[in-house]
């Protein structure tokens, strides 16, 4: 049976909707059918079997439209394979470690344990510098934050490829 899976995503300056599209490609590449779309205002997964949602982390939180969507199809989502993301940390090194070990918000831990996601990622995000306002540039330097493109290319194909894998085994899902 083909698997149609909604990869659905929460991004302020873009750069987490190119993570959602590059997994959506490794998705096609291995022959699913895949819709990327952002999580604003998606109402209807009926017609998916499994989903996929990120949001960029700022300071620890994923974006409201993110957090919104998953409280909003909570239900459905526990209905469905799902896969979570963050984009976020910037630098070099793992990112969850770059992160103490956070890998998903406090805040809505409860409802990923309600859901149970196949699997939590953390990537490198991406700062652009030249899109912040003042005060995101304020807050990057306070927290001393590096700048520029650390998002791991090779990292997301794998675990993409690693979905589709899992979601092309006959009777799994």
């Known amino acids: 049976m083909d698997k149609r899976v909604l990869i659905t995503y929460a991004s302020k300056y873009g750069a987490t909707a190119e993570i959602a599209q590059k997994i959506g490609d490794g998705l096609q590449q291995a022959g699913l059918q895949v819709d990327v779309l952002a999580a604003k205002g998606l109402d209807d997964l009926s017609p998916y079997n499994a989903v996929i949602l990120g949001s960029a982390v700022y300071m620890g939180f994923w974006r409201k439209e993110a957090v919104k969507f998953l ?16 984009s976020g940390p910037t630098g070099e090194g793992d990112p ?8 998903f918000p406090t805040g809505q831990q409860p409802i990923a344990d309600r859901i149970r996601p196949r699997d939590i990622a953390v990537f490198h995000g991406y700062v652009n510098v030249d899109k912040l306002n003042l005060f995101e540039k304020w807050i990057l330097n306070k927290v001393k934050a590096a700048s520029g493109d650390f998002r791991d290319w090779d990292a997301i194909a794998s675990w993409a490829g690693s979905i589709a894998d899992d979601l092309k085994t006959p009777g799994k899902y």
């Open 96 to 103: 969850v470690e770059m992160m103490n070990g956070w890998r």
């Open 71 to 86: 409280k909003t199809h909570e239900q459905a989502l526990a209905e469905r394979a799902v896969w979570l993301f963050s």
